[in-house]
Nanobody, 114 residues
Framework: QVRLVESGGGLVQPGGSLRLSCAAS???????VGWHRQAPGKERELVGIFPSIGSTIYADSVKGRFTISRDAAKNRVYLQMNSLNSEDSAVYYC?????????WGQGTQVTVSS
C-alpha cells in the first residue's frame, strides 16, 4: 500500500526558505516522484518531477529557486524552496507514480507573508 505524508510547511517571510519533506512507503526507489501545489481558487499545478531516469523537470515559475531531491535509503523526497514570494503560497502535495497509478499525500500548507 502506497502512503505519502508531507511535512515541513508553515509561515515564512518573503525572500525566505523552507524545506518540505515527503515520507513515502510502498513505492519503489525507481518510481517517479515530485511535487504539485494548489493555491486558493486556482487549479493544482506542477512544481517539479524527479524521474527515475533523466533530469529533474521544474515549472518555469520555480526554476532556479526550488530543488527536488530524494533519499532512497530513507524513502523521502524533499522540496527545497528558496527566495519565496507570496505567489508561492499554496498547499504542496507530494506525488508518486507507482506502476500505472499516481498517488498523493494529504498536502502541507505553505504561506509566504510578512
Amino acid at each position: 500500500q502506497v502512503r505519502l505524508v508531507e511535512s515541513g510547511g508553515g509561515l515564512v517571510q518573503p525572500g525566505g526558505s523552507l524545506r518540505l519533506s515527503c515520507a513515502a512507503s510502498g513505492i519503489f526507489s525507481t518510481d517517479t516522484v515530485g511535487w504539485h501545489r494548489q493555491a486558493p481558487g486556482k487549479e493544482r499545478e506542477l512544481v517539479g518531477i524527479f524521474p527515475s531516469i533523466g533530469s529533474t523537470i521544474y515549472a518555469d515559475s520555480v526554476k532556479g529557486r526550488f530543488t527536488i531531491s530524494r533519499d532512497a535509503a530513507k524513502n523521502r523526497v524533499y522540496l527545497q524552496m528558496n527566495s519565496l514570494n507570496s505567489e508561492d503560497s499554496a498547499v504542496y502535495y507530494c506525488f508518486a507514480r507507482h506502476y500505472t497509478a499516481t498517488y498523493w499525500g494529504q498536502g502541507t500548507q505553505v504561506t509566504v507573508s510578512s
